[in-house]
């Protein structure tokens, strides 16, 4: 257990003390404590304990708030709820900051006033954070990033292996001795990114994004050190850490003169550099910064790949990856790209801007001390995908992918789980001559 | 003028004193500063959030919990008229005007109807241990001085003799507003310009 000594709670409370920032200093102050936040949380639903509302998790950051930052707080603490930071305190933080919240943001749709209770979280981390309190398995991933360049520390030399063995796949698929998985070429388009689950785990989905950009007869490479879409420094809670992984991926598009960076199917990772990656390093980016399914849906639109989405009959449902859709507007792009590729696509309850989030979010993918509650509420996601009858779950987010997967065989649900990129791959109509 | 008329004025003006610092604070501190490359409409997105977004179909907390809702906004709705009954009162210090019958007999329907929607809601978060878990000192003194300042302004209508008791817990009220979550009458639109502001920015909000 670690002791809260006034130095921690100081460089804590230096998170909070931040007040040029409207945004906070509002969030801190807004919300109510009305409750009417907890059904739309998918732990409480789960977990049927009060704990898990929301509010609550608000409430362990702005009770701290009002006692050390406010006037009544300070002088009145038992009468305006303003609460010692604490072991007591910084545990519970943990417990539910952490280990009670995916940071899905679904509970901010619905608050009755508009607390940005996702943001509130990120705050609570990042005051975890600078008392060194983050979950040793999660910061683990995040030193495998800083240390090796790829949160699951894959040697370079394997991955070289796994991209020059996915590109004799490709050539033999498309019969074309041409067919390439560029490494690390300069002055190309495009700098593709990915989720080390696919050189690890998941080596076809590697493969289905290559078919697509030879298909879009695209200008295109990897990077074999920096090709690492994720960034788990947003969810430890420690920005000068997130800022160093986004900053290698700024760097490598920098050094290989690319255009325009392709965030692979990570919602997390999209969302870490496309919306906070400009803010960590302070800059506005250069170059492009889009994610796979903008660019899928670019290339149909401009008529650069042709589908035929009799190729994907089976029924289909979409997870909606929270950092994409309800945290990235991505809800009406991402169906026109699912809609072009597949025939039978029918909506989970409820869905787009209202996902449930599948419960492997806010890093709970590497926090395996909450394996049996991350489980116990992807139950809110199984039961969703079962009430639409459908055999395949599209999501394009490895992370999410990984949750459904498992979730697929906690739950028995017998479906398959895809990714964007391999459903608009099986669709694709490919042109010989090019 | 009364010495509890004057204390009322005097609470009513450090309430205002303080909330207009708040509300000049977050005014000069602007909007956030993102780098990211915006791919919505921000302006379209507030709109969305004092709007569309508030409706109750879009909002589980409201569609959910229909009566809490209701009680809610009646409760919301006695707690503004309340605060426009006592600028008048203020004013009629000096101008002596009669409150025509039928409006005193409007603004005491609703102002009872509010009050008890205001005990109803401060018996649920008594009653309902979930909620209970969640409440402390202040949800309570907010809940109370504002269905009893309501109470309070129902019965000034009704017989002037009351005015006493009136001015003092309209002073009580107005001293625990900008300190209490009361606040929130300020945060709310701050925070529902935030969340626009969010939604816009990403293009999420105005839900097509
Ligand atoms: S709905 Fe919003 S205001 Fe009400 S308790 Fe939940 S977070 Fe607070
Ligand atoms: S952000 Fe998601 S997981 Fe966290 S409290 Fe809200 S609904 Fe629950």
Redesign the pocket.
């Known amino acids: 257990m670690v002791t809260i000594d006034k130095e921690k709670r100081e460089k804590a409370l230096q998170i909070l003390k931040n007040s040029n920032d409207s945004k906070l200093l509002t969030h801190l102050n807004a919300c109510v404590r009305c409750g009417l936040c907890a059904g739309?949380?998918?732990?409480y639903l789960a977990m049927k304990d009060a704990k898990f509302i929301?509010a609550r998790?608000v409430d362990l950051v702005t009770s701290i708030y009002r006692r050390y930052l406010t006037t009544q707080g300070k002088l009145m603490p038992a009468l305006f709820n303003a609460k010692d930071l604490d072991d007591k305190m910084a545990d519970e933080m943990v417990d539910l900051l952490f280990g009670g919240?995916?940071?899905?943001?679904?509970?901010v749709k619905h608050c009755s006033i508009g607390v940005d209770?996702?943001y509130i979280?990120k705050k609570g981390r990042e005051m975890l954070a600078a008392m060194d309190m983050v979950p040793k398995t999660l910061q683990s991933t995040v030193d495998a990033a800083i240390n090796t360049g790829n949160n699951m520390g894959i040697p370079t030399e394997e991955f070289v292996d796994t991209i020059q063995w996915m590109e004799e796949e490709l050539v033999d698929e498309m019969q074309d001795a041409n067919a390439r998985i560029p490494l690390d070429e300069q002055n190309k388009h495009i700098f593709y990114t990915l989720n080390p689950r696919e050189p690890k785990f998941f080596p076809l989905s590697i493969t289905a994004m290559a078919k697509v950009f030879y298909a879009a007869g695209e200008s295109w490479t990897l990077s074999s050190k920096n090709y690492d879409v994720t960034n788990y420094g947003y969810f430890n809670g420690n920005n000068a850490e997130a800022t160093q992984i986004a900053r290698n991926l700024y760097d490598e598009v920098k050094n290989l003169h690319a255009d325009v960076l392709v965030l692979g199917e990570c919602g997390h990772g999209s969302r870490a550099n496309r919306w906070e990656g400009p803010n960590y390093l302070k800059k506005e980016y250069e170059f492009e910064n889009i994610t796979a399914v903008e660019l899928m849906a670019q290339y149909i639109r401009e008529g650069r790949i042709k589908l035929d989405k009799s190729l994907n009959k089976e029924l289909m449902t979409i997870h909606d990856p929270c950092n994409l859709i309800r945290n990235g507007g991505l809800l009406k792009e991402m169906r026109f790209v699912i809609n072009s590729a597949a025939e039978n696509v029918v909506e989970m309850n409820p869905y787009g801007n209202d996902n449930f989030?599948c419960g492997g979010g806010g890093g709970k993918l590497a926090m395996s001390e909450y394996n049996e509650r991350r489980l116990k509420i992807g139950g809110i996601k199984a039961e969703q995908i079962k009430k639409t009858g459908a055999k395949v779950v599209i999501t394009p987010c490895h992370n999410c992918v990984d949750q459904l997967v498992q979730i697929n065989h906690t739950y028995k649900l017998g479906v398959q789980i895809k990714t964007i990129a391999e459903i608009v791959a099986d669709a694709l109509i490919i042109d010989k001559k090019q | 003028m009364i010495w509890y008329q004057w204390i009322a004025i005097i609470a009513f003006i450090i309430c205002a004193i303080v909330l207009a610092s708040d509300l000049v604070k977050l005014i000069k501190l602007g909007n956030p500063k993102d780098l990211s490359r915006k791919q919505g409409n921000v302006p379209a997105a507030i709109k969305y959030s004092f709007t569309g977004a508030m409706s109750p179909m879009a909002k589980e907390s409201a569609y959910q919990h229909l009566p809490t809702y209701i009680g809610g906004l009646l409760y919301h709705m006695g707690t503004f008229l309340s605060l426009g009954l006592f600028i008048w009162f203020l004013i009629n210090i000096s101008l002596h005007a009669e409150m025509h019958v039928a409006i005193a007999i409007i603004f005491q329907i609703i102002l009872w109807i509010s009050a008890l929607s205001g005990i109803l809601i401060l018996l649920k978060r008594i009653f309902k241990q979930e909620l209970r878990s969640l409440s402390g000192a202040d949800d309570y003194i907010s809940n109370i001085l504002t269905t009893l300042m309501q109470i309070a302004t129902a019965l000034f209508i009704l017989n002037t003799s009351n005015e006493a008791f009136y001015f003092i817990v309209m002073a009580l009220f107005f001293l625990w507003l900008p300190f209490g979550k009361t606040k929130h009458v300020l945060y709310f639109f701050a925070a529902r310009y935030h969340l626009g502001y969010f939604y816009g920015w990403r293009g999420t909000w105005p839900q097509k």
């Open positions: 739309s949380c998918m732990y929301p998790k919240c995916t940071m899905c943001g679904r509970c209770i996702s979280v989030c």
